[in-house]
């Protein structure tokens, strides 16, 4: 069975400092990764994804993550952090075998960026 | 929010009863999902449409029912509401439904059940 873990409720950070937020996948197939971004009252935006090739994948607002297969981990980094940054982040993942239909989210990792 | 409206953006209502929630979107994409949200289990699917009267189950799906008779719209409905069904609920499309199509979130619906 699909699932996604991330193993942090909370992730506090510094303003400037780089920024780290973990996920790691089970899947029993190839995976297709996912982060999106809530904000307060919003809808999840869509971040980046990571389908096939290079292992980092960079996408929006200077957010990076690297696909780790051995360690089917897809951890999302910034080098540095901005208040504006602050926000409920999801990692989602899909078997490559059964498509769109079934995208399984992580429970997110509330980030708290310190000016 | 990538041309996605849902309505009403806020609801409490009363257990017992029916409540429909609509999801419309401009983008003319072929694909429609619910899904709620609730603290410690991110997002869960409810519903999905894969065209138009053409629907089919989630992992979440006891107690709402789906429709779709129009690409455009979504509507999900809570026969008799319960408790349980306070939640946050977001409509989701995407273009296509491989495992590469990217889905684009609604702004949510905040749902009370009393």
């Known amino acids: 069975a699909q699932s996604v873990a991330q193993p942090e409720d909370q992730v506090n950070v510094a303003e400037g400092n780089p920024l780290t937020v973990k996920c790691t996948y089970s899947v029993s197939g190839n995976p297709y990764l996912f982060w999106y971004v809530q904000y307060p009252n919003r809808g999840l935006q869509f971040l980046l994804k990571?389908?096939?090739?290079?292992?980092l994948v960079k996408g929006s607002y200077g957010f990076e993550a690297e696909f780790n297969k051995s360690q089917t981990s897809f951890h999302l980094k910034k080098p540095s952090a901005l208040v504006s940054d602050s926000a409920l982040y999801f990692c989602a993942v899909r078997d490559i075998n059964t498509g769109g239909f079934k995208t399984i989210f992580g429970a997110g990792t509330r980030l708290f960026v310190k000016a | 929010d990538a041309g996605i409206t849902q309505s009403p953006r806020h609801k409490v209502t009363e257990t017992g009863t029916p409540v429909t929630l609509r999801c419309h979107q401009t983008e003319n994409h072929r694909y429609m999902y619910w899904y709620r949200q609730d603290p410690g289990h991110g997002l869960r699917l409810i519903h999905y449409?894969?065209?138009?009267?053409?629907?089919d189950k989630g992992e979440v799906s006891d107690g709402y029912s789906v429709s779709r008779s129009k690409t455009e719209d979504f509507l999900l409905t809570l026969e008799s509401a319960t408790s349980s069904q306070t939640s946050v609920y977001f409509c989701?499309?995407?273009?296509?439904?491989?495992?590469?199509?990217?889905?684009?979130f609604g702004p949510g619906t905040r749902l009370t059940v009393l």
């Open positions: 989701a499309i995407s273009e296509g439904s491989s495992g590469t199509d990217t889905q684009y």
């Open positions: 449409s894969y065209g138009v009267k053409d629907t």
């Open positions: 990571y389908i096939t090739g290079d292992n």
